[in-house]
């Protein structure tokens, strides 16, 4: 690793850290998400005024359910088929899909859609029982960054509504492996 790559790297890994643990202290209480520290585009998350249109893409990963713009969608964890437990500064990094969900025109889905209320009262859109959201880090459509982050955060697979791989109920750790081998912390 070059001089430049650890200096890059040691400066996302502190604004990880920063974002992490805000998202740690938030998980635990019902605070309502941040909008002043949420990207617009994804405040939305691919969701028109009428609600979020799931499509699917296929990724290294296999076939993701994806956001009308083609950005992968995720499950977390913590989360129940009626809660989110992601809000605050995690609901920044991690922006819940919001609107009443609908496939894409010529997309069939085998799972379930539905929505949840949020702690802020807004809709979050659910597919087979899994809060839906989008990963500020993925930057292009069909990008899997998310999966494996603190080892709870997963791809949503359109034929079964579950994670790429295997889920763990283990304490997060610091750093996890992305879907793209790389290591990072958020």
């Known amino acids: 690793m070059n001089r430049r790559t650890h200096v890059v790297r040691v400066g996302a890994t502190v604004a990880a850290l920063a974002a992490l643990a805000g998202c740690a202290q938030q998980n635990g209480g019902a605070s ?39 950005f992968t969608l995720y499950r977390f964890d913590p989360d129940t088929p009626t ?12 922006p819940p899909v919001t609107g009443m969900p609908s496939a894409a025109s010529g997309t069939t889905l085998p799972g379930k859609l539905s929505t949840i209320s949020r702690p802020d009262g ?8 899994h809060p839906a ?9 069909g990008q899997t960054n998310g999966e494996g982050v603190l080892g709870t955060w997963h791809v949503i697979k359109p034929d079964a509504g579950a994670a790429a791989g295997p889920s763990t109920t283990s304490a997060p750790s ?13």
């Open 32 to 70: 309502a998400a941040s909008s002043a520290s949420q990207p617009a585009a994804s405040a939305s998350s691919g969701s028109g005024a009428s609600g979020a249109v799931f499509g699917t893409a296929d990724t290294s990963l296999g076939k993701v359910l994806t956001d009308s713009h083609g």
């Open 83 to 94: 809660s989110s437990a992601c809000t605050g500064e995690c609901a920044a990094l991690w």
């Open 122 to 129: 807004s809709t979050q859109a659910v597919y087979d029982g």
């Open 174 to 186: 610091a750093a996890a492996t992305t879907g793209s081998g790389s290591t990072s912390l958020y």
């Open 133 to 141: 959201y989008r990963y500020t880090q993925d930057r292009a459509p």
